[in-house]
Structure formats: C-alpha cells, structure tokens
C-alpha cells in the first residue's frame, strides 16, 4: 500500500456472536503480549505468527503466501467472495483472510469475515482490522475486549517511500523528525503506518474521517504519541497505539479506540503509542 494507491485510506485535504467477556480492565500501559504460534521465517525475513495481546481478549496475526497459489483453507462464504475478485487481488484476499482466521481462532472464535464494499465485516461482537503488504503478507487485529470499540491496523514496508510520500504524509514538525534519522525512509513508514492505523480505527466509528494531516506524530519523554486533530474522537473515548518493527523490513501498526473516558470531543487527543 502507498499514499497514492491505497483508495480508502488517508488523504490531503482538497448477527448473533459470541459472547462478549464480562469484565477487563484496560491498563494505562498494557501488559506486553505473548506469541502464541509463529512459524519459520523464509528467507525474505517475515514468517507467520499469531501474538496475543497487548489488551487482554486482543489478538494479532500476520500471514505470507509466498506464493500466489498456495492453498489456503477459507469459510465457505469468503471462498465465494474470493472467486469474485480480479485475479491480481485474490492472493491479498486470501492472505488477509487468513490472517483473520489465525487471530480470531487464537480467542476461540469462528469466521467468517465478509465485506462490505473494501472494508471487512467481523462476526458480531468482534472489531477488528485487516492490512496487507506487498509480497501477498496479510494481517489482521482483533478484539473482543467490551471496552475497546474499534480497531485499526497497517502493514508497510519501511524501504518503499520516498520524499514524494513525505511531502504527502507529514507536518511540517514530522518531516523535520523523519529527515533527523539514519534512515528517513524508515521514520517515514512508521509515520504513515500510524495514520492509516488510526484512519482504519476512526473510520469504523460514526467520526469525521482525518486527512493525513489531522494526526501528527510527536517524541516527548522517549515516547511516541500521536495528536488527533479536535472532534476527531468520540466523546469520552481515548486511542492507544503499538508499533513492531518487524523482520525483512517491515512495521506493524495496531490502534485501539477505548471507550473508557478520555478528553471532551472539542478538543486534541494526545494518543500514546508504544514501540514493541
């Protein structure tokens, strides 16, 4: 995905399911997840895995097809959805739902996901948020956790975007912090992987849609936060974020909007974000 393909993401500015859990409290700083399964990396660096947490009743899974034809095992209705796409989009589908399959089976839950246009549909009870990376990578990010009331989740590179991309992406003050690094393409993918975490988070929530611009990327105390323009976050809600960096160059953002208190709707949200 790159800010100029990537269609339902970030912008300038121009059922019956399970039950959910009946009681978790959501920490100011969530325990560190465990890796529940993880299979050999190929040689290109990222292998699969399925990681639980970092919220209790949260799962995240990644997924490769190394190649387009490799047998994947679907949900009768995902396997319809997969014979009705274009050829060049089916091993993406395919390696995304199964990524979802791999997390949600991690919380005991069954398929399957469907889709509504381009976004995936959860089964009831259950918020979640599918990435895909080039080279047929798919992830996914779920919970089921009764305070967290979206998900958002993104998959980059951290070698593919240049100054093109940071023209596009950044702030002023973001494109003074990528350009301080040792490698700028890297910072750079971690920036946009965060907005379109947090873009895939906010637009599953009746919230105005954010342009790129609207969420800024800022270091204070050796941590990473992200600033959320006012009204972008329902009321009394706060977002928390993690980022991986991930084997064969990649980054890993997952967000989550918590409906546990937070700052009036009129105002910037500051979003803390840890780096696992």
């Known amino acids: ?51 639980l947490g970092p919220l209790p ?6 997924c490769r097809l190394d190649e387009p034809r490799t047998p994947v095992t679907l949900h009768p209705e995902e396997e319809r959805l ?9 091993a993406d589908f395919l390696a995304g739902r ?12 069954g398929g399957p996901v469907l889709r509504d246009g381009r976004r995936p549909v959860f089964p009831a009870g259950v918020r979640g948020s599918i990435s895909h990376c080039v080279g047929h990578i798919g992830a996914c990010f779920v919970s089921v956790h009764p305070r967290v ?21 950044c702030t002023p003050h973001e494109r003074a912090w990528v350009g301080q690094a040792r490698r700028p393409e890297s910072r750079l993918s971690v920036v946009f992987s965060a907005k379109e975490a947090v873009y895939k988070a906010l637009s599953a929530l009746d919230a105005p849609e954010p342009v790129f611009h609207d969420i800024e990327l800022r270091v204070a105390g050796g941590r990473l936060h992200a600033h959320l323009a006012g009204g972008l976050l329902p009321a009394r809600c706060r977002l928390v974020g993690w980022v991986r960096l991930l084997p ?3 980054v890993m953002t997952t967000v989550a909007v918590l409906s546990d208190g937070g700052r009036p709707d009129d105002e910037t949200s500051v979003a803390p974000f840890d780096v696992l």
Do not use: F, K
Not at 57 to 62: I, N, R, S, V, Y
Not at 98 to 109: D, E, P, V
Not at 149 to 167: F, H, K, N, S, W
């Open 1 to 51: 995905m790159t800010p100029t393909t990537h269609r339902t993401g970030l912008r300038t500015r121009a059922g019956t399911g399970p039950a959910e859990p009946e009681a978790y409290a959501v920490p100011d700083r969530p325990h560190s997840p465990t890796v529940a399964a993880r299979a050999a990396a190929p040689a290109s660096g990222l292998g699969d895995a399925v990681v």
């Open 82 to 90: 997969a014979r009705s796409l274009p050829t060049a989009r089916r």
């Open 149 to 169: 009331i979206a998900t958002g989740a993104d998959l980059e590179r951290t070698d593919r975007l240049g100054q093109d991309a940071a023209r596009l992406v």
């Open 98 to 109: 199964a990524a979802a399959a791999r997390a949600l089976r991690a919380l005991g839950i």
């Open 248 to 250: 064969g160059n990649h």
């Open 57 to 62: 009743a949260t799962a995240l899974a990644w």
